[in-house]
């Protein structure tokens, strides 16, 4: 199954450093049945830019755990094949659970931010939660992170892209 991992820019130095990654309470996002039940209309394409949006939002929240430190505040997503991944829609319909770390060999893709996105990508970092409440000006502040485009990169790109910052 295709995954999208929530990530941040540490999480991807240790990706890069040690082969593995584990995701956040094992939790990923993915074209899963229960999202595909609910839209009427969508190819494959369309629904995993869904999940990939979902896993998106969820780096924000990782960035607003983790503070900010050293590396510049990024989304980041993970793309990976994996074989056990369990559908979660109590959470949501996108939502899965990953059994195990993901090995670097599993990586497809990774998304990440430019630094064009970072003054938003903070700003939503502080007003997500009160997004998640309905606070219809957070929305906005989140999504204007949401609108910047994360930028594509292949795996074996990840240790320059992480040299580079």
């Not at 941040?8 to 229960?34: E, I, K, N, Y």
């Not at 960035?63 to 369990?86: H, I, N, T």
């Not at 998304?111 to 970072?118: G, W």
């Amino acid at each position: 199954m295709r995954v999208y991992i929530p990530a941040t820019l540490a999480m991807l130095q240790q990706l890069v450093a040690d082969g593995a990654l584990h995701a956040r309470s094992g939790t990923a996002f993915a074209v899963t049945p229960a999202l595909r039940e609910s839209y009427a209309e969508g190819d494959d394409d369309e629904l995993a830019e869904v999940a990939l949006r979902e896993a998106a939002l969820a780096s924000l929240r990782l960035l607003g755990g983790q503070g900010v430190g050293e590396l510049p505040p990024r989304r980041a997503v993970l793309v990976a094949d994996v074989e056990d991944a369990a559908p979660r829609p109590d959470l949501d319909d996108a939502v899965v659970r990953l059994t195990g770390p993901v090995g670097f060999d599993a990586v497809i893709a990774a998304y990440v931010d430019n630094a064009e996105a970072e003054s938003a990508v903070l700003a939503a970092v502080d007003a997500v939660d009160d997004a998640d409440l309905g606070d219809e000006d957070a929305e906005f502040v989140v999504g204007d992170a949401q609108d910047h485009d994360l930028a594509w990169y292949a795996p074996q790109e990840l240790a320059f892209l992480l040299e580079l910052l």
